[in-house]
């Protein structure tokens, strides 16, 4: 029973010190520029809670930032490391865009919004395909790899949406051509919150029981834990590997197939920037956990939304936001934040 209750404690004090050690130290920076702390966190809880279109714009976020996240934290479980879930998501945007206005345009709705989301899944785990096929077959680090495949996928969507893929009617602007309207999730509330966010959810939930629950999430748990070990008991850790990595792909494909239809309608140049390398922090703050990973992801979406409200109130530059972020993960590193479960 001391036990549990020490355990209980310690857990109270490591949640405390993460949630006040963050703001006490952005404090100090914002006094040291002459700012006052508390209008600054009055501005944040305005720009997330004060209108339904601002807290709709943090859901919007947080779905994608679940998604995201979770491509981080799925391979993370046999022993690799991805960092392309922007690549990954913007690939998928650019082909679940390219779909909506083409081959899926005629369908109705109910068929086509599930084919949509598979489109994303697919291009995804396809775009990440390309960077496991990298790590297990010839050697190359899959974080260097995934790394330089954004890059890529940003350069190559950006010379499509100038080029061959660009709207004739959009006024010149680097877009693709507007998907069917039957293929639009609605949004809720006036805002641009859309069911995205359950679907976002529900896959986290399901990754969580699958991990856990299930005979294969303990082969992958095996694996996580000790490759070696794993490959002398004959599991077949490259197999295993493999589809958590394409697993991965696809969770970041149906981000940007949820941006498409559910908020931006087309692929636009720099839709979605910064998602992947922010959901891949959402996954490092929670140690990959599944259902925390929802928390983290509200977390960092609310601190995003409330930057341009700094930006506006404090004169200081939307950017300073990205401090805290940095700040709270640090802290919950520091204190030793979860684990993998």
Not at 6 to 34: E, H
Not at 36 to 46: E, G
Not at 273 to 294: K, N, R, Y
Not at 304 to 320: D, F, S, W, Y
Request: proline share 3%; with cysteine; net charge positive.
């Amino acid at each position: 029973m001391n036990k549990e209750r020490s355990a209980y404690q310690d857990f109270l004090l490591r949640a405390l010190i993460c949630c006040c050690a963050p703001l006490l130290l952005f404090a100090v920076l914002l006094l040291s520029q002459g700012k006052s702390p508390i209008a600054a966190y009055r501005t944040i809880l305005t720009a997330i809670f004060g209108s339904a279109y601002g807290f709709g714009e943090v859901v919007v976020r947080a779905t994608y930032l679940i998604l995201t996240g979770l491509a981080a934290s799925v391979p993370a479980r046999v022993g690799l490391a991805n960092a392309g879930g922007e690549g990954q998501m913007a690939m998928a945007a650019l082909g679940t865009a390219v779909a909506g206005s083409t081959i899926l345009a005629s369908l109705p709705g109910w068929i086509g919004i599930p084919l949509m989301l598979l489109c994303g899944m697919l291009c995804g785990a396809a775009y990440a395909g390309v960077g496991v096929f990298c790590k297990l077959k010839l050697g190359m680090n899959e974080i260097l790899t995934t790394i330089l495949m954004n890059y890529i996928a940003t350069y190559l969507i950006s010379s499509l949406l100038f080029g061959i893929l660009r709207d004739p009617k959009g006024w010149n602007y680097p877009q693709t051509v507007e998907v069917a309207p039957q293929l639009r999730l609605k949004s809720f509330f006036g805002t641009r919150m859309n069911a995205g966010i359950f679907i976002a959810v529900g896959a986290s939930l399901l990754i969580w029981l699958f991990i856990n629950r299930t005979r294969i999430g303990f082969t992958i748990r095996t694996i996580g834990g000790n490759q070696t070990a794993a490959v002398y008991a004959g599991i077949p850790v490259k197999r295993y590997q493999t589809g958590m990595f394409l697993l991965a792909g696809a969770l970041a494909g149906l981000a940007g197939a949820i941006m498409v239809i559910g908020v931006e309608g087309r692929m636009r140049i720099g839709a979605g920037e910064t998602m992947g390398f922010m959901g891949f922090l959402a996954a490092g703050m929670v140690g990959s956990h599944p259902l925390l990973l929802i928390l983290s992801a509200f977390l960092i979406g609310g601190l995003t939304v409330a930057g341009n409200g700094m930006e506006i109130n404090t004169g200081l530059p939307a950017a300073t936001m990205q401090i805290l972020i940095m700040l709270v993960l640090l802290t919950i590193m520091a204190v030793g934040g979860g684990k993998k479960k």
